[in-house]
Nanobody
């Protein structure tokens, strides 16, 4: 069993930045990947970014160049630095462990 807790969401103006953090606990021995997904109202859940155990990363085309995912295996955390935020980035952001376990989500709202 794995428990995930997200933090860092909130309200930000267009062009602003936020940093999301996810802390994993429980049975977290050698995950093959962690990542972030998001779901906007009326839209399906979509990939934002993932990071593999070896450090390789993958990004959705809509966020590439603006978002950066990073992980700290010693602290069992994964972060998402979000820059140049747009209204289209408004969504609930979910942390995932091995694409199997999911956090409860943190709201990101980009609005003036």
């Amino acid at each position: 069993q794995v428990q995930l807790a997200e933090s860092g969401g909130g309200l930000v103006q267009p062009g602003g930045s936020l940093r999301l953090s996810c802390a994993a606990s429980g049975n977290i021995f050698r995950p093959y990947a962690m990542g972030w997904y998001r779901q906007a109202p009326g839209k399906p859940r979509e990939l934002v970014a993932t990071i593999g155990s070896g450090g390789g990363t993958n990004y959705a085309g809509s966020v590439k160049g603006r978002f950066t995912i990073s992980g700290d295996n010693t602290k069992n955390t994964v972060d998402l630095q979000m820059n140049s935020l747009q209204s289209e980035d408004t969504a609930v952001y979910y942390c995932t462990y091995n694409f199997r376990f999911w956090g409860p989500g943190t709201q990101v709202t980009v609005s003036s």
